[in-house]
C-alpha cells in the first residue's frame, strides 16, 4: 500500500523485453534505498513494482504483460521520468489516501489553465471509471494523491499547488498526455459490498437509497 505522496522522482535507465514482457531499471539519486530488500514494493508512476534486484541509486523489477497493458509503461521509453514511492510503514504518517499501485486505467489531459500561483488540469477518463471519481474526492496520477475539484461529464479537474508541481513529474504534462490513473479504493470496495455482484462495465446503480438500505447514510 501506498499513500500517494511522492519521495522522489528518478528515470527509467532500461527498459528491455526479455521473453515476451519487460524488465526495468529505475535510477534516482534521490530516494533512499537503505531500507529497501528485494521483493518490496516500490511505486512507479502509480505502479506497483517488485523489486528483484537492487543498486545504490535505484533497483530493478519485472513487468507482466497485464501490467503493461494495463497502464502507460508500453509507450515509456528510456530516459523517462517517474513519480517514486516506497510501500507505506504501520508507522508512516497517511499524507494522502489509501493508494494500491494496481492501475485502473489511462487518463489524458485535455486542458491546462493557470489559476493564480496554481494549475488547473483538466483530464478524461474511461466512463467507467468515472463513476468512481467524485467531487472532493481522491484520485492517484501516475502515483500522485490529489483530490478532484470538479466533474463534468467524462472530465474532471485537478488543482495542483506549486509545491507538487516542484516535487513530481506532472509539471511535465502536456494537452495530449496520457497518465496512470488509480481511483478511490472506496468507492470500488462500497459498490460490491452493497450490490453484492460486480455491475456491467458503464452502469451502476449505487444510489442515495440503496447506501440508505445498507446503512451507510442516514
Known amino acids: 500500500m501506498f499513500t500517494g505522496i511522492i519521495e522522489a522522482t528518478g528515470?527509467?535507465?532500461?527498459?528491455?523485453a526479455v521473453q515476451g514482457d519487460l524488465v526495468v531499471r529505475v535510477s534516482s539519486s534521490d530516494l533512499d534505498m537503505c531500507d529497501v530488500n528485494l521483493g518490496d514494493s516500490i511505486a512507479t508512476n502509480g505502479v506497483c513494482l517488485t523489486v528483484v534486484e537492487k543498486f545504490k541509486d535505484g533497483f530493478r523489477a519485472d513487468l507482466s504483460n497485464e501490467t503493461i497493458k494495463l497502464t502507460q509503461f508500453a509507450h515509456y521509453k528510456t530516459g523517462q521520468?517517474?513519480?517514486?514511492?516506497?510501500?507505506?510503514?504501520?508507522?508512516?504518517?497517511?499524507?494522502?489516501?489509501?493508494v494500491?499501485?494496481?492501475v485502473d486505467g489511462i487518463a489524458t489531459v485535455t486542458a491546462i489553465e493557470s489559476n493564480a500561483r496554481a494549475t488547473e488540469y483538466w483530464l478524461e477518463a474511461p466512463a467507467e471509471l468515472m463513476k468512481?471519481?467524485?467531487?472532493?474526492?481522491?484520485v492517484a496520477i501516475d502515483g500522485i494523491s490529489l483530490t478532484v475539484n470538479e466533474v463534468k461529464s467524462h472530465?474532471?479537474?485537478?488543482t495542483i499547488v506549486p509545491h507538487t508541481a516542484q516535487?513530481?513529474?506532472i509539471a511535465d504534462l502536456k494537452v495530449g498526455s496520457q497518465v496512470n490513473l488509480e481511483v478511490d479504493q472506496i468507492a470500488r470496495y462500497l459498490e460490491r459490498l452493497v450490490l453484492g455482484a460486480q455491475p456491467q462495465a458503464n452502469e451502476s446503480t449505487l444510489t442515495a437509497s440503496l447506501l440508505a438500505k445498507a446503512g451507510f447514510i442516514k
Open 11 to 16: 528515470i527509467l535507465s532500461e527498459l528491455r
Open 100 to 102: 494500491s499501485g494496481h
Open 132 to 138: 468512481y471519481i467524485p467531487h472532493k474526492g481522491s
Open 167 to 169: 516535487e513530481t513529474t
Open 81 to 98: 521520468k517517474v513519480n517514486l514511492e516506497k510501500a507505506l510503514q504501520p508507522i508512516s504518517r497517511l499524507g494522502g489516501h489509501l
Open 155 to 158: 472530465q474532471f479537474k485537478l
